[in-house]
T-cell receptor
Framework: GNSVTQMEGPVTLSEEAFLTINCTYT??????LFWYVQYPGEGLQLLLK?????DKGSNKGFEATYRKETTSFHLEKGSVQVSDSAVYFC???????????FGSGTQLTVLP | EAGVTQSPTHLIKTRGQQATLRCSPI?????VYWYQQALGLGLQFLLW???????NRGNFPPRFSGRQFPNYSSELNVNALELEDSALYLC?????????????FGNGTRLTVT
């Protein structure tokens, strides 16, 4: 079956620090990959996506590259802000079942 | 463009009762999905509706059911509520069934079962 593994949190960084959140996946097919973000008290917001190998998704300074050879989709940002504090979820969608498989989420706290 | 809207925001029920949660998708979206986010269990897929039909179902008992209306809005019904049904229920919509079409989520309904 499909699965997504994220680095465990919580992660605490100072403002302007570099961020990496690791994500690896197992899929039976050829999935599309997503990063979602959840701010306190809210639902999930799509942050970025990639649909094929070597695709780079980017949004709001965040980037992730679809690496088929390492089955990874690590999230990076060069300089985090306090407003980036949230929970980040890596997810995959595979096949016609239209079912997202999520990682367990990584809590990020950015201190001023 | 209005996003996915869910109602109510919070719902408190007692064990054994029924709960009804509602979702309106983004205008033009025909697919609606339901997910459960329970403490310690993460995000789990519940149901997918498209064009009024149930297309896929997650590993949940039959007391979790729903439907999609002709205007593409959806209801999730949970019968015979149990304490472990307490969770945030998220609805999402997408514009089509394509594998690249992302899901857009609402802010959820917080269900508390006492």
């Amino acid at each position: 079956g499909n699965s997504v593994t994220q680095m465990e949190g919580p992660v605490t960084l100072s403002e302007e620090a570099f961020l990496t959140i690791n994500c690896t996946y197992t899929a039976t097919g050829y999935p599309s990959l997503f990063w979602y973000v959840q701010y306190p008290g809210e639902g999930l917001q799509l942050l970025l996506k990639a649909t094929k190998a070597d695709d780079k998704g980017s949004n709001k300074g965040f980037e992730a590259t679809y690496r088929k050879e390492t089955t990874s989709f690590h999230l990076e940002k060069g300089s985090v802000q306090v407003s980036d504090s949230a929970v980040y979820f890596c997810a995959l969608m595979d096949g016609s079942a239209r079912q997202l498989t999520f990682g367990s989420g990584t809590q990020l706290t950015v201190l001023p | 463009e209005a996003g996915v809207t869910q109602s109510p925001t919070h719902l408190i029920k007692t064990r054994g009762q029924q709960a009804t949660l509602r979702c309106s998708p983004i205008s033009g979206h025909t697919s609606v999905y339901w997910y459960q986010q329970a403490l310690g269990l993460g995000l789990q897929f519940l149901l997918w509706y498209d064009e009024g039909e149930e297309r896929n179902r997650g590993n949940f008992p039959p007391r979790f059911s729903g439907r999609q209306f002709p205007n593409y809005s959806s209801e999730l019904n949970v019968n015979a509520l149990e304490l472990e049904d307490s969770a945030l229920y998220l609805c999402a919509s997408s514009s089509d069934r394509g594998r690249n079409s992302p899901l857009h989520f609402g802010n959820g309904t917080r269900l508390t079962v006492t």
